[in-house]
């Protein structure tokens, strides 16, 4: 994993200290001061594969591989679609408006955005913005099965119809898939979908929809 990327990857996770080894061709390594739990550890060994993972073209387009954020013990995954401009630049999810705007839910809910874990279907940005086709999806997928198994999360919030569609193996609309309790198949977990932050800024009139369905996840999850 370059520098940069590791330093973006452990400020969403909050370690910031790093160390360089005494070979200069050596990767960077967490600082053996800090200490990590075990699931962290195996996280950033996830981070690093994603940042190097070719196995669909995206790889070789993005800027950034855009691995996830926030707490290793979160009870609340929230999982989006893909990287868009500002966070393939950054390599952060959720950063710019939208980000903003999930933010507010987040708070909504009582929590601070770094009790939860947020991350997106595809770890590299589309080019143009564009849906992403099977082919990478499928590619990517084991990726974010791996991110579940080591995070255990009670309760995924799927962002949006295209998260919806792909985490349920559905072609139903948003509509028909928001306000009712899923269950993400591969792990048994609870699956609440709402709308994407970025629909929402469109059609602000859908929040009050959206707030009901955050509503929905506190009842599942309690």
């Known amino acids: ?14 370690f ?18 800090l200490d990590l739990s ?12 994603v940042d190097h993972c070719r196995a669909c073209p995206l790889g070789e387009t993005r800027r950034h591989a855009v691995f ?10 929230f999982v989006g679609e893909a990287p868009g401009a500002e966070e393939d630049r950054r390599g952060l999810p959720f950063v710019g408006r939208a980000g903003q705007l999930l933010n507010a ?12 874990y947020i991350a997106n279907v595809l770890k590299c940005r589309p080019p143009d913005n564009r849906d992403p086709l099977g082919e990478e999806v499928r590619s990517c997928e084991k990726h974010l099965h791996r991110q579940i198994e080591l995070l255990q999360p009670r309760l995924i919030i799927a962002l949006g119809r ?30 609440v979908a709402t709308y994407h932050p970025a629909y929402l800024l469109r059609s602000p009139l859908e929040k009050r929809k959206a707030w009901s369905d955050l509503r929905l996840a506190k009842t599942v999850l309690s």
């Open 68 to 77: 996830g954020a926030g707490s290793a013990s979160a009870d609340w995954l």
């Open 105 to 116: 839910m987040i708070s909504a809910l009582g929590l601070e955005r770094d009790q939860t």
């Open 38 to 49: 075990s699931t962290e550890k195996e996280l950033f060994e996830l981070a690093a594969a």
């Open 162 to 191: 295209f998260a919806a569609q792909s985490l349920l193996k559905s072609s139903l609309p948003i509509g028909k898939l928001r306000g009712r309790r899923h269950l993400y198949e591969p792990f048994g977990i609870p699956l």
């Open 16 to 33: 910031v200290r790093w160390v360089r080894r005494d070979r200069q061709d050596h990767p960077i390594e967490p600082d053996a001061g």
């Open 1 to 14: 994993m370059e520098r940069a990327n590791q330093q973006q990857y452990l400020d969403g996770l909050q």
